[in-house]
């Protein structure tokens, strides 16, 4: 087959321990995943997950340098578990989730909240606040035949040191095999999809020089500076 301009590359991420790696398809994200999180951002209501997506080609490698956006004033980190499929489909129940997982990585979700403030005032789509370039910083990928399937453990994310988020997976309102079966009724979820899956309370600013730091016990750290 040839391609009228030059094939475009597919996204992919480090997997730790070996030089191959982790092709991406989509990347799909939950919406208010933690109950304290929920609260800092003025919902209490109980819902069923929802999801947003980020374009495969605003990955960011750990260790990078993080350009600052363009049309934002209040950019914001959420520090958030990754989840790499390895097995997809539809209808997929809970507890057959797992086995579909390849491995975990640690992602920011990175957002232009103004901008999600507006789309909210205003009833307009999402896209601009949360899958902007570089939207998506992420660390390497831990395979689960390495390290099982963390249910729990402290996830935090530091700016400049200083500890702003500071939670645990087990405080998720729905645990990844539930994530999965949820995101899997609405999409058929395939092999390359990463699901970033919500970020606990204490997400903040940022701003030019910043660097922030984070990580999950027992899947690793990221590291990103803001220029
Ligand atoms: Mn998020």
């Known amino acids: 087959m040839s391609f009228v301009i030059a094939q475009v590359p597919v996204p992919s991420v480090e997997v730790a321990g070996t030089d191959?790696?982790?092709p991406v398809r989509r990347i799909y994200c939950i919406g208010r995943n933690y109950h304290a999180h929920r609260i800092e951002m003025g919902h209490d209501d109980p819902e069923p997950p929802?999801?947003?997506?980020?374009?495969?080609d605003s990955l960011?490698?750990?260790?990078s340098n993080f350009p600052y956006p363009p049309?934002?004033?209040?950019?914001h980190h959420e520090i958030e578990l990754v989840v790499a499929m390895e097995k997809g489909g539809k209808d997929i129940a809970a507890e057959d989730a797992l086995d579909c997982i390849y491995g975990y990585a640690v992602g920011i979700d990175m957002t232009r909240r103004d901008l999600q403030s507006y789309a909210k005032e205003h009833g307009r789509p999402w896209e601009a606040a949360k899958t902007f370039d570089h939207a998506a910083p992420i660390s390497a990928i831990r395979p689960a035949s390495e390290i099982g399937h963390?249910?729990?453990g402290r996830i935090w994310l530091a700016v400049n040191g200083e500890v702003k988020q500071d939670g645990d997976l087990d405080m998720q309102m729905w645990?990844?095999?539930?994530?999965?079966?949820?995101l899997s009724k609405a999409f058929e979820v395939m092999p390359g999809d990463l699901i970033y899956t919500g970020t606990p309370a204490g997400v903040g600013k940022v701003i030019v020089g910043d660097v922030i730091t984070g990580g999950i016990d027992g899947i690793g750290e990221i590291e990103i500076t803001v220029v």
């Open 50 to 56: 929802f999801f947003f997506s980020k374009a495969g």
């Open 71 to 75: 049309q934002t004033e209040n950019l």
């Open 175 to 182: 645990n990844v095999q539930e994530g999965i079966s949820h």
């Open 20 to 22: 191959a790696r982790f």
């Open 60 to 63: 960011l490698p750990s260790g």
């Open 150 to 152: 963390p249910g729990s």
